[in-house]
């Protein structure tokens, strides 16, 4: 993985060849800069499926989400939360650790409880271990099924795209801790 360069900064070289050519016609410039990659062989995208559960844990001794923001308004809108969410494979925080969810979510809606998303799932385990994917979307909490897009990732989940569909599994109004559970669907090579 790491002998030669990523991927993606050839992809976006050989996505930037229109423009350059463009730019080149314009102004006659060489465009020495940019190597257009022939592949031998063509490489196939993958679409995987799998489940986790998000653990965002406010309260007690140890939280993984921290109100970093606080609301000047009464309805908490602008609030931001940092969370280094553990990410388990069942929706028990004992079952297996498989990364982290690492980033922060904003209140972004002054009519709902609407959040902006801003997060890198990062695996731990296996093959995995390493890799990240990027989800970036809207989730309004009390909807049963909020889906937000999976806009990138590294490593294994290179040139990921996708989306997940998040369902809250288990919601603690006393202490404000809730366990939800990620279906994630993404193509990737
Ligand atoms: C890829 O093919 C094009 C067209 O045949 C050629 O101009 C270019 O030099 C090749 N790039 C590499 C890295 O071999
Ligand atoms: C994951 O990778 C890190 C850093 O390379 C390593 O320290 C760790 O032991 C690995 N974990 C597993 C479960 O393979």
């Avoid at 602008?78 to 990364?99: A, C, Q, R, Y």
């Avoid at 369902?167 to 994630?184: C, F, I, P, S």
Wanted: glycine fraction near 10%; include cysteine; charge should be neutral.
């Amino acid at each position: 993985m790491a002998t030669t360069l990523p991927n993606s900064f050839f992809i976006i070289l050989v996505g930037s060849v229109l423009l350059a050519s463009i730019l080149c016609q314009a102004t006659g410039e060489a465009d020495d800069f940019l190597v257009e990659l022939n592949q031998s062989k063509p490489i196939k995208e993958k679409l995987s499926r799998f489940r986790v559960y998000w653990h965002d844990i406010i309260g007690g001794r140890n939280p993984t989400s921290v109100q970093v923001v606080r609301s000047p308004t009464h309805n908490g809108f602008g609030t931001v939360n940092m969370i280094d969410n553990p990410l388990t494979l069942g929706p028990e925080l004992s079952s297996k650790l498989v990364g982290k969810a690492q980033g922060f979510y904003a209140l972004a809606s002054q009519e709902e409880l609407g959040l902006l998303m801003t997060m890198n799932f990062v695996f731990t385990e296996g093959k995995y271990n390493g890799s990240t994917i990027a989800v970036l979307g809207r989730n309004a909490v009390f909807n049963e099924v909020r889906e937000m897009p999976v806009i990138g990732g590294s490593g294994l989940f290179r040139f990921a795209r996708g989306y997940v569909q998040a369902r809250t599994h288990t919601l603690d109004a006393k202490t404000g801790d809730a366990t939800v559970e990620y279906n994630v669907y993404v193509m990737h090579y």
